[in-house]
C-alpha cells in the first residue's frame, strides 16, 4: 500500500460547484498534513496546512480524521482559476521528519 | 535570491553523459528535498538533507544517483551514465527545519536525455 494515495482523476467541475478531495494515508504516526496546488508546469506551492480541528481560508477547508486516517480538502464556489493539482503531504516523524506527497489529484473548473 | 533556486533551468544530454543538477536553497532553511516528476506523473521522492546529513536515500533510484550538500546550503544531484528513463523534472525544495513548515520549490530543472 502506498504511503499517500490520492485519487488522479480528473475532476471535471462547473463554475460555482463545490468539490471535494480525499487524500488516505498509512502510517498511523503520521503527524502533520498539508494541501499543496500545482500550476500545470509550475513548481508545487503550499495551500493550507491541516489542523486536528479543521480549518478554513476563504473557499477552502481541510479536514483531517486521524481515525481512518484520511484528510480531505472541499472547495466552495469553484472558480476557472482553481483549475490545478492537488498534492496531499503528509509528514512523519521517524528519526527524521519524512514528508510524502501524494500522485496529486487534478481539478478541472468548466465554464 | 529570496527563493529557491536551480539550475540549469533546461538540460538536454546525450545517453551515457553524466550530469549535475544544482539547488540553492533559501538561505538559513536546514532541510533540503529532491524530487522526481515524469510528465504527468506525481512526484516521486528521491533524498532529504537535514544540514548535510543525508538520513533518507531510500528513493535514489539507483547507483547512478548520487547527491551531496555542502556548508548546509547549495545541493548538487548527480546523475551518472544518463538513461533516456531518467528524463524528468527535478525538483528541490527547502524549508526551515523540516518540522511542519512549509516547503518552497524551485522551478526545476528539466532533464531530457536523448
Known amino acids: 500500500r502506498k504511503e499517500v494515495e490520492q485519487d488522479p482523476g480528473p475532476f471535471n467541475v462547473p463554475e460555482g460547484a463545490t468539490v471535494a478531495f480525499n487524500c488516505t494515508y498509512s502510517?498511523?504516526?503520521?503527524?502533520?498534513f498539508f494541501w499543496y496546488r500545482q500550476d500545470c508546469r509550475k513548481e508545487p506551492k503550499l495551500l493550507m496546512s491541516?489542523?486536528?480541528s479543521g480549518n478554513e481560508d476563504g473557499r477552502f477547508t481541510a479536514q483531517l480524521n486521524r481515525a481512518s486516517q484520511y484528510i480531505s480538502l472541499l472547495i466552495r464556489d469553484s472558480k476557472l482559476s482553481d483549475s490545478a493539482t492537488y498534492l496531499c503531504?503528509?509528514?512523519?516523524?521517524?528519526?527524521?521528519?519524512?514528508?510524502?506527497f501524494g500522485i496529486g489529484t487534478k481539478l478541472q473548473v468548466i465554464p | 535570491g529570496a527563493g529557491v533556486s536551480q539550475s540549469p533551468s533546461n538540460k538536454v544530454t546525450e545517453k551515457g553523459k553524466d550530469v549535475e543538477l544544482r539547488c540553492d536553497p533559501i538561505s538559513g532553511h536546514t532541510a533540503l528535498y529532491w524530487y522526481r516528476q515524469s510528465l504527468g506523473q506525481g512526484l516521486e521522492f528521491l533524498i532529504y538533507?537535514?544540514?548535510?546529513?543525508?538520513?533518507?536515500k531510500s528513493g535514489l533510484p539507483s547507483d547512478r544517483f548520487s547527491a551531496e550538500r555542502t556548508g548546509g546550503s547549495v545541493s548538487t544531484l548527480t546523475i551518472q551514465r544518463t538513461q533516456q528513463e531518467d528524463s524528468a523534472v527535478y525538483l528541490c525544495?527547502?524549508?526551515?527545519?523540516?518540522?511542519?513548515?512549509?516547503?518552497?520549490f524551485g522551478q526545476g530543472t528539466r532533464l531530457t536525455v536523448v
Open positions: 503531504v503528509v509528514e512523519m516523524s521517524g528519526g527524521y521528519q519524512k514528508v510524502t
Open positions: 525544495a527547502s524549508s526551515l527545519d523540516g518540522v511542519a513548515t512549509e516547503a518552497f
Open positions: 538533507f537535514q544540514g548535510n546529513s543525508a538520513p533518507d
Open positions: 502510517n498511523s504516526a503520521s503527524q502533520s
Open positions: 491541516v489542523y486536528s
